[in-house]
């Protein structure tokens, strides 16, 4: 499919920064059936890792502010929390960087070309998105560097799925991308992470507002009720993210190697362009 029409949800040009968010969504939307059910899962593994700590930290639903008696437990818990979330957006773009180098070629992957194991490299996104997680978790550990890790690891499984780079190489791709032309990446990318946290946040309290004004109130119901609709919402957040960082990839490429006139040349003389896409610079 290498010489198909333009693609749908990708344009063959360097973008805005809105055009960037709308390409995200639009990725989302075309590939929600595959996605939003991984999410899901890892979601679910996500709330079931937290809750011991969040019952450490002594912190209540449906916010989880903090409770400054237990700072330290608290700390932690931020801090596996940021870890996780890292880790799940990372495991996403194993599969965000498959649809999109589908899209960007002109067509719509299946779920089964999404979730087929040839060629998927699973195994390594899986080691990779573990290593981002692990990264972020030391160092949010002295707080504000949590920016730092956050932007500069997000690319890295969307590296290793698109460009095929080793998972070391990915890492340091990764970085260099998002802090080219002015460290613009990473900044779309703390954007991006900003922009869903308030949503996740309105979201979560508005849902548990409407259920509490249908009378489901009780105290004992507040953490499962609390775990579910952060599930829900985390369902949907995580994959738009890593939506963004596939992309991102993609377009930071074409803006800063000229991706997108190798791809229009390829489609003219012939040349393999899932070739050019793997190979990098």
């Not at 595959?34 to 969040?54: I, K, S, T, Y």
């Not at 900044?187 to 259920?211: E, H, K, N, Q, T």
């Amino acid at each position: 499919m290498d010489h198909a029409g333009r693609p749908a949800v990708l344009p063959l040009r360097p973008l805005t920064v809105g055009e960037l968010l709308d390409a995200a969504v639009a990725l989302l939307r075309a590939y929600a059936p595959v996605l939003m059910p991984v999410a899901a899962v890892l979601a679910l593994g996500e709330q079931l890792l937290l809750a011991p700590l969040r019952t450490a930290a002594h912190v209540a639903p449906p916010a989880y502010l903090p409770n400054f008696d237990h700072a330290s437990a608290y700390w932690m818990l931020l801090c596996v929390g940021a870890a996780t979330e890292v880790a799940i957006i990372a495991a996403l773009g194993g599969l965000t960087g498959r649809a999109a180098t589908a899209e960007l070629l002109g067509h719509r992957a299946t779920a089964r070309d999404l979730l087929r194991p040839a060629g998927s490299r699973f195994g390594l996104v899986a080691v990779l998105a573990l290593c981002a997680g692990g990264i972020v978790f030391l160092v949010s550990l002295t707080g504000p560097t949590w920016v730092i890790g956050y932007t500069l690891v997000g690319l890295a499984v969307p590296a290793l799925v698109i460009d095929r780079t080793g998972p070391l190489q990915a890492l340091g791709r990764s970085a260099l991308l998002t802090i080219r032309s002015g460290l613009r990446g990473a900044g779309i990318r703390l954007i991006g992470y900003l922009a869903w946290f308030a949503v996740r946040l309105a979201l979560s309290l508005g849902a548990l507002a409407a259920l509490n004004a249908v009378g489901i109130d009780d105290p004992g119901w507040a953490v499962p009720v609390a775990a579910v609709v952060w599930l829900l919402v985390n369902s949907l957040a995580y994959p738009t993210l890593a939506c963004l960082d596939a992309v991102l990839l993609l377009e930071t490429r074409m803006r800063t190697e000229g991706l997108d006139i190798a791809l229009t040349r390829a489609r003219h003389t012939g040349r393999s362009a899932a070739a050019i896409l793997a190979g990098g610079p």
